[in-house]
């Protein structure tokens, strides 16, 4: 029977007690490394969700707002009312004259006494 050599089992040991390590390094390394992208991936896809909300929510505002040709119309509407009133007021104006015309007759007749 052959003796053993401790030393050389000592150093088959230790290079398999080595090689073990570096694999439970790089298995640690690579994991970590997943676990940042996949964070970071959540991060980006939560950072995406709340932009693209935002977007929607500017794109129903945008729909919603008038376009150059309802606001063409509401000018022309405008001006018409804008003419309407004019012609209200000169009619009032001329109206507010009559009655001081005629309460200054009135006041006129009653001082003479008639």
């Known amino acids: 029977m052959e003796q053993i050599d401790w030393t050389a089992a000592r150093f088959f040991f230790d290079l398999v007690q080595v090689a073990f390590m570096l694999l ?6 690579w994991t970590n490394k997943h ?11 939560t950072r995406m969700d709340k932009i693209d ?9 945008v729909s919603s707002r008038p376009g150059y040709g309802e606001i063409d119309k509401l000018r022309s509407e405008l001006a018409e009312t804008n003419r309407g009133m004019a012609q209200v007021s ?4 001329s ?13 006129q007749e009653k001082g003479n006494g008639r």
């Not at 676990?35 to 896809?45: M, Q």
């Not at 909300?53 to 505002?61: A, M």
């Not at 000169?90 to 104006?93: D, E, F, H």
């Open 24 to 29: 439970v390094s790089v298995y640690v390394w």
């Open 95 to 107: 109206t507010t004259a009559l009655l001081n015309r005629l309460h200054e007759y009135m006041l």
């Open 53 to 61: 909300r935002h977007i929607t929510q500017v794109e129903n505002r």
């Open 90 to 93: 000169a009619q009032l104006q």
């Open 35 to 45: 676990r940042a992208t996949s964070s970071a991936l959540r991060a980006v896809n």
